[in-house]
């Protein structure tokens, strides 16, 4: 890959993050302000998609409890209209 690619493959997920407003920003730490942890979340989630994208599942926990109960809830209501239907 030529480093033009490489520029602009890293400018297309600083956007497609929405990160072009904070791209020389700098993230921050203990004692220097930076990005927001929103942010933060998302420049980690875009060095992901830069180094390793095919190994990169973005799940929170939240994701993974939204994802189970929905499972959950259609597993329920299957089962309600199998046993109600007949």
Same mark, same amino acid.
């Given at each position: 890959?030529? +480093? !033009?690619? !490489?520029? /602009?493959? %890293? /400018?297309? %997920?600083? #956007?497609d993050? =929405? ?6 920003? @700098?993230?921050g &730490?203990?004692? %220097?302000?930076?990005? =927001? &942890?929103?942010? !933060?979340?998302? %420049?980690?989630? &875009?060095?992901?998609?830069? +180094?390793? @994208?095919? #190994?990169?599942? @973005? *799940?929170? @926990?939240?994701?993974?409890i939204?994802?189970? *109960?929905?499972l =959950?809830? =259609? ?10 239907? &007949?």
């Amino acid at each position: 890959m030529s +480093t !033009k690619m !490489k520029y /602009e493959r %890293v /400018e297309q %997920v600083i #956007a497609d993050l =929405s990160l072009q407003h904070v791209a020389e920003s @700098p993230i921050g &730490g203990q004692w %220097v302000r930076g990005i =927001s &942890g929103g942010e !933060k979340r998302r %420049v980690s989630i &875009g060095i992901e998609l830069i +180094t390793n @994208p095919s #190994a990169y599942l @973005p *799940l929170s @926990p939240q994701c993974l409890i939204f994802i189970s *109960l929905s499972l =959950s809830l =259609s597993l329920s209501l299957s089962l309600n209209r199998y046993y109600i239907l &007949g």
